[in-house]
T-cell receptor, first 115, second 117 residues
Framework: GAVVSQHPSRVICKSGTSVKIECRSL??????MFWYRQFPKQSLMLMAT?????????EQGVEKDKFLINHASLTLSTLTVTSAHPEDSSFYIC???????????FGDGTRLSIL | AQSVAQPEDQVNVAEGNPLTVKCTYS??????LFWYVQYPNRGLQFLLK??????LVKGSYGFEAEFNKSQTSFHLKKPSALVSDSALYFC???????????????FGQGTTLQVKP
């Protein structure tokens, strides 16, 4: 149980395009979803926290107009990287949790490469 | 401020030997602690958590962790390491205060475990 599906697993696109990443909780309702960015051989950097039906809370230094997050249902959150540039290339990981004391369950990540 | 420290960038053990991956934390109040494992180009997999109760917590794949309040530690252990245990391990603590209603995690910097045959 507690499976989180993240799609796509890898995307390569040209500079200036927008990329949407989906995160789905397959067998539980996710009241909260999280979006992380991970640089090579580094820890996870939390970008934003989203609760179903409300606006996402972004961490300091994360541009909300650059990284658009939508959490429209209890099983789906999306991250859209708008007008992506090479510096946005990274490994993006989502996670989801149900109740407060439950652990976060992570997707398999999306490798984004901007040419 | 809440924080998590993993003092070792890498831990090397021989297959069959016991392993320990260290984690110390600093939080206000009672901590909620987690261990996750990450394989290359994958997301994190949940191993175990401590919220309350017994200080020795058993988790997935034969891993266990011991909560030590006096030493503010939550070291990950396994009695007999496998080559397939080689991966990146993260300790995390749930943030308190304003983030307590969302369960935001604060991660350590990660420890690479290398198990050699």
């Amino acid at each position: 149980g507690a499976v989180v599906s993240q799609h796509p697993s890898r995307v390569i696109c040209k500079s200036g395009t927008s990329v949407k990443i989906e995160c789905r909780s397959l067998d539980f309702q996710a009241t909260t979803m999280f979006w992380y960015r991970q640089f090579p051989k580094q820890s996870l950097m939390l970008m934003a926290t989203s609760n179903e039906g409300s606006k996402a809370t972004y961490e300091q230094g994360v541009e909300k107009d650059k990284f658009l997050i939508n959490h429209a249902s209890l099983t789906l959150s999306t991250l859209t990287v708008t007008s992506a540039h090479p510096e946005d290339s990274s490994f993006y990981i989502c996670s989801a949790k149900s109740f407060l004391d439950q652990p976060q369950h992570f997707g398999d990540g999306t490798r984004l490469s901007i040419l | 401020a809440q924080s998590v420290a993993q003092p070792e960038d890498q831990v090397n053990v021989a297959e069959g030997n016991p392993l320990t991956v260290k984690c110390t934390y600093s939080v206000s109040g009672n901590p909620y602690l987690f261990w996750y494992v990450q394989y290359p180009n994958r997301g994190l997999q949940f191993l175990l958590k401590y919220i309350t109760g017994d200080n020795l917590v058993k988790g997935s794949y034969g891993f266990e962790a011991e909560f030590n309040k006096s030493q503010t530690s939550f070291h990950l252990k396994k009695p007999s390491a496998l080559v397939s245990d080689s991966a990146l391990y993260f300790c995390a603590v749930r943030g308190l205060g304003g983030s307590s209603n969302t369960g935001k995690l604060i991660f350590g910097q990660g420890t690479t475990l290398q198990v050699k045959p």
